[in-house]
T-cell receptor, first 116, second 112 residues
Framework: AQKVTQAQTEISVVEKEDVTLDCVYE???????LFWYKQPPSGELVFLIRRNSFDEQNEISGRYSWNFQKSTSSFNFTITASQVVDSAVYFC?????????????FGIGTKLQVIP | DGGITQSPKYLFRKEGQNVTLSCEQN?????MYWYRQDPGQGLRLIYYSQIVNDFQKGDIAEGYSVSREKKESFPLTVTSAQKNPTAFYLC???????????FGEGSRLTVL
């Protein structure tokens, strides 16, 4: 069974604050992929990052950074110096092979509101 | 520009009516997916198709049907058998394998 937990359903921060979105996953597979997507008010999910289970290297992309820790089954997402444009729903997702098909399980999402 | 187009963006229907949501992609992706999004439940998989003329049920396929006659198109029909069809529906596609999904802008269905 695979599961993704995003315990924070809604977060509000003031602009320029840092914010971390938590993601905890469950799987017995040793090969899997983790994703983060952003859903702005327009509705379309936008891909942010993919990590495979063999690469625990953290990643930074501008104001975004991701911390992947297999020991705690977590793949957390930090936004530094948040901006109003960061306001969106963020989804963490887990993808693994299920009978020749890549089954993707999404968390329930974290709604981030950045207040000016 | 390459992408996924969903239509209509908003749709209202009366109980007992079937409705078809359109999804077209020009990304040359083999795999296409339909998800349903409800508040507090994330995205749940309805149907997926890995190649033309083949599709599989996802986690919540009851009350829905699909077809995949062309690589570019994967329409979803919400039938009258779907007990609670009011939701936001998202179509996605990708190349085979564990790559990222590309999403359309969604269709919001409201049953009156």
């Amino acid at each position: 069974a695979q599961k993704v937990t995003q315990a924070q359903t809604e977060i509000s921060v003031v602009e320029k604050e840092d914010v971390t979105l938590d993601c905890v996953y469950e799987t017995r597979d040793t090969t899997y992929y983790l994703f983060w997507y952003k859903q702005p008010p327009s509705g379309e999910l936008v891909f942010l990052i993919r990590r495979n289970s063999f690469d625990e290297q953290n990643e930074i992309s501008g104001r975004y950074s991701w911390n992947f820790q297999k020991s705690t089954s977590s793949f957390n997402f930090t936004i530094t110096a948040s901006q109003v444009v960061d306001s969106a729903v963020y989804f963490c997702a887990l993808s693994l092979n299920s009978g020749g098909y890549q089954k993707v399980t999404f968390g329930i999402g974290t709604k981030l509101q950045v207040i000016p | 520009d390459g992408g996924i187009t969903q239509s209509p963006k908003y749709l209202f229907r009366k109980e007992g009516q079937n409705v078809t949501l359109s999804c077209e992609q020009n990304l040359n992706h083999d795999a296409m997916y339909w998800y349903r999004q409800d508040p507090g439940q994330g995205l749940r998989l309805i149907y997926y198709s890995q190649i033309v003329n083949d599709f599989q049920k996802g986690d919540i396929a009851e009350g829905y049907s699909v077809s995949r006659e062309k690589k570019e198109s994967f329409p979803l029909t919400v039938t009258s058998a779907q007990k609670n069809p009011t939701a936001f529906y998202l179509c996605a596609s990708r190349f085979p394998g564990p790559g990222e999904l590309f999403f359309g802008e969604g269709s919001r269905l409201t049953v009156l």
